[in-house]
């Protein structure tokens, strides 16, 4: 099936759009990683403001995910290339992995899963890529298929279903697309989703969920 936009949002405000949600995206990132902070507590610190029961992994992880937001809003208009993906996890796992930015060189694991992605080569990881850029499909499918990809894929060290999540959500803004974010009663589901798509390298359930659930964005009424 092709996965149409929901949304047709012009530039302005889709940019107001994403300065709206960003919030909750981060806070949906933390959430994805399984940190033990509260959405006030992540409003809070992205605010600026010194929140002092909460661990300073977990600090840096949101100033990390607010500085990937920040870096997207200024290239909204960029090329979506393996470089620019290496750019929102060098933002996204800075100070957090064993590298940032960089694609991983030995094997990882991913709990709850016999999975093991390959290690990833420039080559491949940039062919992967340019190829589901250039689909014949929505920017909303382009999208959901980046997210996707590097999620099960795992390009880098640490980061990658934050990193994954940031680039769909640059495709989506830079489209008028809406916003691709997760909220807390539906984490449950999607990691169970998640994991079977680790297993089996089926995504479409996982897909059609995100799209049922996780595309966000503004109505708008009138002329």
Request: charged share 25%; aromatic share 12%.
């Given at each position: 099936m092709i996965y149409e936009n929901k949304y047709t949002l012009s530039r302005v405000q889709s940019v107001f759009l994403a300065k709206k949600m960003y919030d909750n995206n981060v806070y949906c990132g933390m959430r994805m990683e399984n940190r033990a902070?509260?959405?006030?507590?992540?409003?809070?610190i992205l605010d600026g403001v010194n929140v002092p029961d909460v661990q300073l992994?977990?600090?840096?992880?949101?100033l990390n995910m607010r500085d990937a937001?920040?870096?997207?809003?200024?290239?909204?208009?960029?090329?979506?290339t393996l470089d620019y993906v290496c750019k929102l996890n060098e933002h996204i796992a800075r100070?957090?992995?064993?590298?940032?930015?960089k694609l991983r060189t030995g094997k990882v694991g991913i709990s709850g899963t016999d999975y093991i992605p390959p290690i990833p080569t420039q080559d491949e990881a940039e062919n992967e890529l340019s190829e589901i850029m250039r689909?014949?499909?929505t920017e909303t499918e382009i999208a959901l298929n980046t997210?996707?990809?590097?999620?099960?894929?795992?390009?880098?060290?640490?980061?990658?279903?934050r990193t994954s999540m940031t680039l769909a959500n640059k495709i989506l803004v830079?489209?008028?697309?809406?916003?691709?974010?997760?909220?807390?009663?539906?984490?449950?589901?999607?990691?169970?989703l998640l994991v079977d798509y680790y297993n089996t390298g089926e995504g479409?359930?996982?897909?059609?969920?995100?799209?049922?659930?996780?595309?966000?964005?503004?109505?708008?009424y009138g002329a």
């Open positions: 902070v509260t959405f006030p507590q992540t409003k809070t992994d977990d600090i840096q992880a949101i937001w920040r870096f997207l809003l200024n290239t909204v208009d960029a090329p979506v100070n957090e992995a064993l590298e940032w930015g689909e014949n499909t997210f996707l990809w590097g999620t099960r894929r795992q390009l880098f060290w640490d980061g990658n279903k830079s489209s008028g697309a809406g916003m691709l974010t997760i909220t807390d009663r539906h984490m449950a589901e999607f990691n169970e479409e359930a996982l897909k059609r969920f995100l799209y049922d659930n996780a595309i966000q964005g503004l109505e708008i």
